[in-house]
């Protein structure tokens, strides 16, 4: 299973956009790139995927490098609401999905 | 109208115990898994279950036995609870295939004392 790599921890200001990357190098071709986030205790939430091209759905934003070996997610306009742990996920054709320790985005006022 | 519902939120119990955790899904998704996530925070899959047929089992002592009555229904027994036991369980379910995003419940805090 291809492993993610993603800085601890991130600060973004109120109404700005957050980018969060991940390192993916390891993944193959039919591989999907996945985010989730998890607020405090609760479920982990979808947000988007891909596999080669961009995505975008009303959440964020997807950027994939033509060689796939990394990505960056796109909150357009990070909210307060949006401070959360956002994992980066590559997702194996065995189905699992693997998460790793995740970014921590705090959204500042 | 929640997704994946689960229940109970909260268990405590002790040692020794034998508990079930109940996971209910009314998305019509036809797989469904069980994540551990430890008090370090870290998320791992446990089992999932496709069609009521077991397709993934992690390395979880046998403790743990997951049961699907249907499509919509996977549950968590655990006999002889240990203190390691402790973690928040969460239930989730998708449509099979690696392209189709997972749903997750809102977890049930179990502690063991």
């Known amino acids: 299973d291809a492993k993610t790599t993603q800085p601890p921890s991130m600060d973004c200001a109120e109404g700005r956009a957050a980018n969060l990357p991940c390192n993916h190098s390891?993944?193959?071709?039919?591989?999907?790139v996945y985010w989730y986030r998890q607020i405090h205790s609760q479920g982990p939430q979808y947000i988007i995927h891909?596999?080669?091209n961009n995505e975008t759905n009303e959440m964020a934003s997807l950027i994939i490098t033509e060689d796939r070996k990394s990505s960056t997610l796109i909150l357009p306009h990070a909210t307060l609401r949006d401070t959360a742990v956002y994992y980066c996920?590559?997702?194996?054709?065995?189905?699992?999905?693997?998460f790793g320790q995740g970014t921590t985005l705090q959204v500042k006022p | 109208d929640t997704a994946v519902s689960q229940t109970p939120k909260y268990l405590v119990t002790q040692m020794g115990n034998d508990k079930s955790i109940k996971c209910e899904q009314n998305?019509?998704?036809?797989?469904m898994y069980w994540y551990k996530q430890d008090s370090k925070k870290f998320l791992k899959i446990m089992f999932s279950?496709?069609?009521?047929?077991?397709?993934i089992n992690e390395t979880v002592p046998n403790r743990f036995s997951p049961k699907s009555p249907d499509k919509a229904h996977l549950n968590l027994h655990i006999n002889s609870l240990e203190l390691g036991d402790s973690a928040v369980y969460f239930c989730?379910?998708?449509?099979?295939?690696?392209?189709?995003?997972?749903?997750f419940g809102p977890g049930t805090r179990l502690t063991v004392t």
């Open positions: 996920i590559v997702r194996s054709l065995t189905g699992k999905l693997i």
């Open positions: 989730a379910s998708s449509q099979g295939g690696i392209e189709f995003e997972q749903y």
């Open positions: 998305l019509g998704h036809d797989t």
């Open positions: 891909g596999l080669k």
């Open positions: 279950y496709n069609n009521k047929e077991l397709i």
């Open positions: 390891t993944i193959s071709g039919n591989e999907y």
